[in-house]
């Protein structure tokens, strides 16, 4: 065997790999939804049945919870896209030594570990008053979820041509009009995409969010408090609901996106 044929056969047992160890235990979860077992296992399988569905339904205290990580992640989109938006826009115009250690400065939160952020915001807010909850758990949250969308406009930023800005200011245009009309509708993607992400990563984050949820419950730490007393398959249930969402919202942007470059295509 050639040595290009051996690098095209490892590249496809990389992907075959890969994909495998991705989606695999998606599908082994999504299949267990489907076990009378009251384990949320697909073995031993004790025959098909949809009442995991109808456990799920009435778990009063799983929707409760998947209703205080939405708010959450509503609440984190409100303060750390606008944060990671200003910051990404005042580090493009600093051109001082003094840049790469104020983006250090910036990045920090991310390397830092959840556990340590959501202690000292929760030691923090206490000086003041204000014990843990939703309110607390968005402020947590949006310190480090900030800095994922600052780096992700900033990528927007770089690819930027400044002079389309300065020719809109010759022109009579105001510096918001300017950003308004010209910028903020080229960072339209980046932003999308930003929302996005801060939205996951506040849903699915737990280390931060244990220490300053309070007595409220978002859905990670309420499936992390099951799984002490006894995970059931309604975990499942929920788990492939909100893949099969996931999909779908996939696909309608994709087929969106699609469509829209057609178009261009058409009108070019």
């Given amino acids: 065997m050639s040595s290009q044929r051996f690098l095209a056969f490892g590249l496809r047992f990389y992907v075959v790999v890969f994909f495998a160890y ?15 077992s009251r384990f949320p ?9 949809l009442r995991w569905f109808g456990e799920l ?3 009063g205290g799983m929707w409760q919870a998947l209703g205080n990580s939405l708010v959450v992640a509503a609440g984190v989109l409100v303060v750390a896209v606008p944060i990671g938006i200003a910051t990404a826009l ?3 115009t600093v051109s001082s030594r003094a840049k790469p250690f104020l983006y250090a400065l910036i990045l920090s939160p991310l390397l830092t570990p959840g556990v340590i952020i959501g202690i000292s915001t929760l030691i923090f807010w206490r000086q003041f ?12 949250q949006a310190t480090f979820i900030a800095a994922y969308v600052m780096l992700m406009v900033t990528a927007r930023l770089q690819r930027f041509d400044r002079t389309l800005e300065r020719a809109a200011l010759d022109l009579g245009a105001s510096p918001w009009q300017a950003f308004r009309r010209i910028l903020l509708p080229y960072l339209k993607p980046a932003l999308y995409s930003a929302a996005v992400i801060a939205f996951l990563q506040s849903f699915e984050n737990y ?14 730490v309420y499936i992390a408090s099951k799984v002490r007393t006894g995970l059931t398959p309604a975990v499942n249930a929920l788990g492939l609901i909100l893949i099969l969402i996931t999909v779908a919202v996939a696909v309608v942007y994709e087929l969106k996106r699609r469509r829209e470059a057609a178009r261009v295509v058409e009108g070019v």
């Fill in 129 to 140: 008053g204000v014990s843990g909850g939703i309110f607390l758990t968005v402020l947590g």
């Fill in 90 to 92: 005042f580090l493009n």
């Fill in 22 to 36: 991705l989606f695999l235990p998606l599908l082994i979860m999504a299949a267990a939804t489907f076990n009378d």
């Fill in 57 to 59: 339904a009435a778990d």
């Fill in 41 to 49: 296992t697909v073995t031993p399988w004790d025959g098909t049945t």
């Fill in 207 to 220: 280390n931060t969010t244990l220490f300053v949820v309070g007595y409220d419950t978002t859905l990670t």
